[in-house]
């Protein structure tokens, strides 16, 4: 029997409105926030992780609120269009989870919640209003920025220093969202090719020399920060070029699942950048998970 929640949708539904396999790609924003500061990760980190996550599935369920009408003819099978789940619980879904985000963002202190508050206007913003303006790849870039920012503020160490990790994984997150705009009909190589060139330049960002906010000095193990950084690349690069050469759906849909998981990597290879490798590789240990979970749940 299929277990039914209290709203009337299943939980197989709700899995696939809230994109579960996606939601590994959260915690190590601010991991990579924290490592930045050079500060250990504590109890407030965590409480950071855990506002993320709020946050993040508060955009997924809203996403799906605001474009049900459009998935009505585009994507049918998705939870709202189909009937699976009403549109008026994802929206009480969306207002309850970017309130307990809040809420676990002011657990975390004052500076979190001084983030948290801009993070949530960003991700509502961007589902009711921008997402189809020109402005839409911006906001999911700088939705993606205050993530890191949340996980440094929530730390306790000099923000500024993950101003770096904040730009890189808002760059990476632009380009997808670019990508992501055609993945129901296709016919651009626009999008993937800018999507290529700024891969490249994300990749060089985690392999390169540290600026001078980077965190504090120490050696940071080359191998592993070269390692994640091969991993980012080897998995989004692929989809991104087949994508280039031949832009159907299914292509460009490939291209922005493997720019989805391949955030992990890059989340990692920016955590062992700032000379924390262990918890980078902790990071990238997700990935395998994501990948399990995407086979049953699509995480686009």
């Not at 189909?82 to 989870?97: D, E, Q």
């Not at 992990?264 to 918890?279: D, E, K, S, V, W």
């Not at 240990?285 to 049953?296: V, Y």
Request: hydrophobic share 50%; charged share 15%.
């Amino acid at each position: 029997m299929t277990a039914v929640g209290p709203t009337g949708g299943t939980a197989r539904a709700w899995a696939e409105l809230l994109r579960l396999p996606a939601l590994f790609t959260v915690p190590g924003d601010a991991l990579a926030g924290a490592a930045a500061t050079g500060a250990a990760p504590g109890r407030r980190t965590a409480w950071a992780v855990g506002a993320s996550l709020c946050l993040y599935e508060a955009g997924m369920t809203l996403n799906d609120w605001a474009d049900r009408e459009e998935d009505a003819v585009a994507r049918p099978h998705r939870p709202l269009p189909s009937g699976r789940i009403r549109p008026g619980a994802a929206l009480a879904a969306a207002g309850a989870l970017t309130a307990g985000g809040l809420a676990m963002a002011a657990r975390a202190g004052r500076p979190a919640l001084a983030v948290a508050l801009p993070l949530a206007a960003t991700v509502w913003a961007y589902d009711l209003r921008l997402k189809h303006t020109a402005a839409g790849p911006a906001a999911m870039a700088a939705a993606r920025g205050l993530d890191v920012l949340l996980g440094a503020a929530a730390t306790g160490g000099p923000v500024r220093r993950a101003l770096v990790p904040a730009a890189v994984l808002g760059l990476h997150t632009g380009a997808v969202t670019l990508v992501s705009r055609r993945e129901t009909e296709g016919g651009s190589s626009t999008a993937p090719l800018a999507a290529l060139g700024a891969t490249a330049a994300v990749t060089a960002a985690v392999v390169g020399r540290r600026g001078a906010h980077d965190g504090p000095v120490r050696a940071v193990p080359g191998a592993a920060r070269a390692a994640l950084a091969t991993g980012y690349a080897g998995t989004v690069a692929p989809p991104l070029a087949h994508a280039v050469l031949h832009p159907s759906p299914v292509l460009t849909q490939r291209a922005v699942g493997a720019g989805i998981r391949g955030m992990i990597a890059l989340q990692g290879g920016l955590a062992a950048r700032a000379g924390q490798p262990g918890t980078g590789l902790l990071t990238a240990a997700l990935a395998p998970l994501a990948a399990r979970l995407a086979r049953t749940v699509s995480p686009t």
